[in-house]
């Protein structure tokens, strides 16, 4: 599990907080200092603006999909080996720390924002391995959560701290036999940049830099020095898709829902299909490579700790395997609240073009009224050169199973069975199902001129999936 993790799921308070931040190029960690990471994110010595919007994505996987830090240590190489960055310290040293502290500062930051309706607050240590004997003092301490003290000693207190403050409310103050305690004064020391000379007075036990706390606001002095950078706010996506899990640099979550943002006007009906769908049956994907999918493969148990903490899943739990991997472009089931989708390591979302897409489909369902039968509708972007796009379309392919699922399961019906378009989706009425939802997503009218009752099969089993509570053959 992710050793900053808080929690299974992501919550927005901290997520935000992240993604407000502007991207500071530095060449040393005091260049950005205290209150100044409340709106700035910088990585030490990451001076250029595409090697620090790469860890910027990066940490915002971590932050909003809880990726362990045993992905970010992975990513954190990929992308050193992508920009041939020279870095200090060890790279698993190094990853560590800006992983933690991200994640953990931004989880700090959207509990400053939650705990604002509790009007007692109480400090806790944490379980790190070398306790500091100051944040252990502080343990179980309740303060007004305005009391000056807190402005100071919120968490995060240092590099490696796991302290976190827990909001009291008056009755639970009395249930539990709380009192207020007072201000500890531990005193100050003074700290000294040894590059710039500037000399900083610090509370005793928080150590340099970490005298703030995280989402309380910026100092007038940290929004100069951001303005003077000339940094660029972060401004991801809209998430249609809420997450994924990929072992391809180029297949992420915001290049993902970055296809959404370049559709065509006649697809937003089913772009808002999609985004329906995924708030009432949120599904996740791993998009993983061939190696990667096989039951014995050595590469599937190197990242089965990661996989298993995204599907939340046992640690030893490996039903996302599949046997025959040479074989399967992807593959789900009605158990899962999951898809896998196999991908190449050059795969890359931004390549997909959905208008290219629709050109191809709408093609090959006019080749379909000249009697032509194709196999599959990936198949037939893949044989044209377009692998990323062919990826795509397995991926709604395996979702429109789950939609399926979702609605009933429903047997097809004679006369939509008439409309068949490719060869596979004559397999079953599972594969029926998916390999003409999407036909259906990305040249509805099209299909409807080709067969109404094909057309109005889909359209049922979606609104049914939209209302559904279950999952199964229910219809059958």
């Known amino acids: 599990m992710p050793s900053a993790q808080y929690g299974s799921l992501p919550f927005e308070e901290a997520i935000k907080y992240f993604r407000q931040k502007l991207n500071v190029p530095t060449e040393r960690w005091a260049d950005v200092w205290a209150k100044a990471h409340d709106r700035a994110f910088m990585v030490a010595g990451a001076m250029k603006d595409d090697l620090l919007n790469d860890f910027r994505m990066a940490v915002d996987e971590?932050?909003?999909?809880?990726?362990?830090i045993g992905w970010f240590k992975r990513e954190f190489?990929?992308?050193?080996?992508?920009?041939?960055w020279s870095h200090t310290g060890n790279a698993n040293w190094r990853s560590r720390v800006i992983y933690e502290t991200n994640v953990r500062q931004s989880y700090n930051a959207g509990r400053y924002a939650q705990l604002q309706r509790f009007p007692f607050w109480e400090y806790r240590h944490g379980d790190s391995i070398v306790p500091r004997p100051l944040h252990l003092s502080w343990d179980r301490l309740v303060l007004p959560k305005d009391d000056p003290w807190w402005a100071k000693h919120f968490p995060t207190n240092g590099y490696g701290c796991k302290c976190k403050v827990y909001g009291r409310s008056e009755n639970e103050m009395q249930r539990r036999g709380l009192t207020p305690g007072n201000a500890p004064n531990d005193g100050t020391y003074e700290w000294t940049d040894t590059v710039t000379g500037e000399v900083f007075e610090m509370p005793r036990g928080i150590d340099p830099g970490f005298d703030y706390a995280p989402g309380s606001g910026v100092e007038t002095r940290s929004l100069a020095q951001v303005a003077q950078r000339k940094a660029k706010v972060y401004e991801p996506p809209e998430r249609v898709v809420?997450?994924?899990?990929?072992?391809?640099?180029?297949?992420?979550?915001?290049?993902?829902?970055?296809?959404?943002?370049r559709a065509p006007d006649d697809m937003k009906d089913s772009i808002d299909t999609l985004s329906r769908f995924m708030a009432a049956h949120p599904t996740k994907t791993l998009f993983i490579k061939q190696t990667e999918i096989g039951t014995n493969n050595k590469a599937s148990r190197n990242i089965q700790e990661d996989v298993a903490a995204y599907l939340g899943l046992d640690a030893r739990d490996r039903q996302w395997t599949y046997g025959r991997a040479t074989r399967a472009a992807g593959y789900t089931a009605v158990p899962w609240d999951f898809t896998v989708v196999k991908v190449k390591a050059d795969t890359r979302f931004s390549n997909v073009d959905l208008t290219r897409i629709q050109t191809e489909l709408k093609a090959l369902l006019n080749e379909r009224r000249d009697g032509k039968l194709e196999w599959s509708m990936s198949r037939r972007l893949r044989q044209k050169g377009y692998n990323d796009d062919g990826v795509l379309i397995t991926w709604l392919h395996e979702l429109g199973h789950q939609i399926h699922f979702w609605g009933g399961q429903a047997n097809w019906t004679s006369r939509a069975r008439d409309g068949l378009?490719?060869?596979?989706?004559?397999?079953?009425?599972e594969e029926f199902f998916a390999e003409h939802f999407v036909m259906w997503f990305f040249a509805r009218d099209e299909l409807r001129r080709w067969s109404v009752d094909l057309a109005d099969w889909i359209d049922e089993q979606v609104d049914s999936a939209m209302t559904s509570n279950r999952k199964g053959n229910w219809k059958r």
């Open 242 to 261: 809420p997450d994924l899990f990929s072992t391809a640099r180029g297949v992420t979550n915001d290049t993902l829902n970055g296809v959404w943002q």
């Open 421 to 429: 378009i490719t060869r596979y989706g004559g397999t079953n009425a």
């Open 77 to 84: 190489k990929n992308i050193v080996a992508r920009h041939g």
């Open 62 to 68: 971590a932050i909003a999909n809880g990726r362990s």
